[in-house]
């Protein structure tokens, strides 16, 4: 079997490596455009804070393991320009222009996400970045110690916007942030989000909420955004304005897309062509709350994705279930993390929410070193379904998070989750853990 991949990353890497595993016969080539293969881009804002680690740290296993050890034909400097469904073959061009062609029996498409480039002046300017793939880390790494960067602005305030603040700020760069809309994060409950904005304020970032990006100019060999009514100098504009399907292939081969245009696939990753299957960042997922179609790039789904292709492409059948939308991540000493929807996802899906916020502590009463968590919980009034969970807390958040999210899966109702049996010791929070305090206060309003 003639088993090809297009992206050699999170999601084309684990599903080449799989199905080498499940059946060393299987002739896998995997189409990669860079140069790079099987790195972590999640952890690119912690290695740019750090000047003395190398970008090339994030490579989780090096090309010629795959080519030497697995036997894998992962061909770098492979841009693939086009798929026929009708012929099973991919084309395109190498980094060399040299023009390529391959058959497939079974193809899969793991071509990630793009970041979103508005198409305004002064946004291809040197020293106006974007936070995507590898070479980005390697560029902004780059530029920060050729140019001596000291202050940077960023344009958008979600996840990886604030991971870069922080990462800037562990350098003593001064940090700059504007978005157009008016409210900081939109999906959390603005009492956790205004915790999160106070931390950012405490280590010195300005915030510039409603303020429209309209150009960016190069001036005395600074940069400048212009907004409607404000203008901000800086050395380097990072670009944080959200992320699109990698899915243009798919459409142009008539392959269904679905959710903000992600590919279109079933529970078993396939498209809607028979051999054509797509994971990762460019696909879209159930999800477990709603059934609905969704798309959350993250980076447990596309492993997981690769591993469900790999394996059904290898004559076993596997369905998954679908995404919870559990995310987490850590904004100087805060720690925040979200599961299922929020209030206004849940009434706009069909449910009639209730929610609750308590604060609770990350370690027993008498135990020193606790520091507050906030919960916010939400259940349906109908049904009296657990809905969703936010948190955000000094420590203790990011794993507890965990909990709510498998009751989820499980599509527990609130009073469900008050009988679970979650652990206690005093260094790792009270008696009620704050996940069950919430709910019991949330089980008394939903009555
Ligand atoms: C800064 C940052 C921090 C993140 N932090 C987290 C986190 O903390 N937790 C989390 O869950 N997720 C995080 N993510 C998201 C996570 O990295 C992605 O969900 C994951 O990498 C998706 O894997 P993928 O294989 O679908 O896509 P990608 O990793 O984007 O890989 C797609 C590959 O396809 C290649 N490609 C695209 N088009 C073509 C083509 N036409 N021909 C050949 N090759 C092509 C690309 O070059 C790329 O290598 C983060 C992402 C970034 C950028």
């Known amino acids: 079997m003639n088993f090809v991949v297009i992206g050699g990353d999170a999601a084309g890497m684990s599903a080449a ?14 189409l990669e455009r860079t140069m790079d293969v099987s790195y972590s881009a999640c952890g690119m804002p912690y290695n740019i804070a750090d000047p003395e680690s190398e970008i090339e740290d994030l490579v989780v296993r090096q090309a010629n393991v795959f080519r030497e050890k697995q036997n894998i034909n992962l061909l770098t400097g492979h841009c693939v320009e086009s798929i026929d469904p009708a012929k099973r073959t991919v084309s395109g061009t190498t980094l060399q222009g040299k023009i390529f062609k391959f058959s497939y029996d079974k193809l899969l498409i793991a071509t990630g996400a793009s970041p979103i480039i508005p198409n305004l002046e002064g946004f291809d300017l040197p020293g106006v970045m974007a936070l995507k793939i590898l070479d980005d880390g390697r560029r902004i790494k780059s530029y920060i110690r050729s140019n001596s960067v000291k202050k940077v602005a960023i344009i958008g305030m979600g996840y990886i916007a604030l991971e870069m603040c922080e990462a800037l700020r562990a350098r003593s760069i001064d940090v700059e942030m504007v978005k157009p809309r008016p409210v900081f994060l ?7 989000s205004d915790i999160i904005k106070k931390e950012l304020e405490r ?29 901000l100098e800086a050395d380097m504009v990072l670009v944080a304005m959200g992320i699109k399907p990698n899915s243009k292939l798919a459409g142009e081969a008539g392959l269904d897309l679905g959710v903000k245009d992600a590919i279109a696939v079933d529970k078993k990753l396939k498209t809607s062509d028979e051999n054509i299957y797509a994971a990762g960042d460019c696909a879209d997922a159930y999800h477990v709350v709603t059934g609905e179609r969704t798309w959350i790039p993250l980076a447990l789904r596309a492993n997981r994705a690769g591993w469900a292709v790999a394996d059904n492409v290898s004559g076993k059948t596997v369905e998954l279930p679908g995404v919870a939308g559990t995310a987490v991540f850590k904004v100087f000493d805060l720690e925040v993390a979200r599961t299922g929807l929020t209030a206004n996802e849940a009434k706009n899906f069909g449910f009639d929410p209730e929610d609750v916020v308590i604060k609770s502590r990350s370690r027993a009463h008498a135990h020193p070193g606790a ?12 049904t009296g379904r ?5 948190m955000v807390g000094n420590e203790g958040v990011s794993h507890r998070i965990n909990a709510p999210a498998v009751a989820l899966h499980n599509r527990m109702t ?11 010791a005093p260094p790792f929070g009270p008696t009620w853990d704050p996940t069950l305090t919430a709910a019991n206060q949330l089980l008394k309003n939903l009555a």
């Open 17 to 30: 490596s799989r199905a080498k595993r499940n059946n060393p016969d299987t002739d896998v080539t995997v």
């Open 186 to 192: 939109p999906w959390m409950e603005k009492q956790l």
């Open 203 to 231: 280590h010195a970032v300005k915030l510039h909420l409603g303020h429209q990006v309209k150009k960016i100019e190069a001036k005395d060999r600074r940069l400048r955004v212009i907004c409607t009514d404000l203008s």
């Open 371 to 382: 520091s507050t968590i906030h919960v916010q919980m939400i259940g349906d009034k109908k």
């Open 386 to 390: 657990l809905l969703g969970t936010q």
């Open 414 to 424: 609130v009073e469900d989750y008050c009988q679970t049996d979650l652990a206690y």
